[in-house]
C-alpha cells in the first residue's frame, strides 16, 4: 500500500543522495587535479577556492553540486516529497499540489536566492515545475 510505496520513495532518494554526493566529490576531485597541472575548461562551475570543510558541507546540503550528474539533487528532493503529495492527491486535494508547485514557480522568478550563488534554488523550482505536475496527472 501506501507505506510501502513511501518507503521506496524515500530508499531510492536516500541512494541517490549518496550518489550525487559521491558523483560531486569525484568531478571536483578529477577537475580540480587536471587544473593543477594546467589542462582546463573541465566543465563551468568548479570551486576551486573553498576549502574542503566548507565544501563538504555545500554538496551535502545541496548549496553547490559539480559535475555531470547534479541534476540528481532534483531527484532526490522530487523523490523525497512525493510520497507527502501523493498522500494530498489521495485525498482529492490536487489543488494544494497544484498551489505548491504554482508557489516553486513563483519563488524562482521572484528573486529569492537560495543559499549558494549557484543558482540551485531557481532550478530547483524550474525543474520542480516541469516534473511535478505529472504526478497529479498520473
Sequence with gaps: GFKAAA?????RSGRLYVVSITLSLIFILLARSTEYYGVTGAKIGLDQMTDIGPLLLNIVTFGYSYGWA???NYYV?????????????????????????????????????????????????TWGFLHLPGLCAA
Design 7 to 11: 518507503a521506496k520513495l524515500w530508499r
Design 70 to 72: 547534479d541534476f540528481l
Design 77 to 125: 528532493i522530487f523523490l523525497f516529497i512525493a510520497p507527502f503529495l501523493l498522500w494530498l492527491l489521495a485525498r482529492r486535494l490536487w489543488y494544494v499540489v497544484l498551489a505548491l508547485i504554482l508557489g516553486g514557480w513563483v519563488l524562482r522568478w521572484s528573486g529569492v536566492r537560495p543559499a549558494s550563488n549557484t543558482g540551485s534554488g531557481r532550478m530547483a523550482g
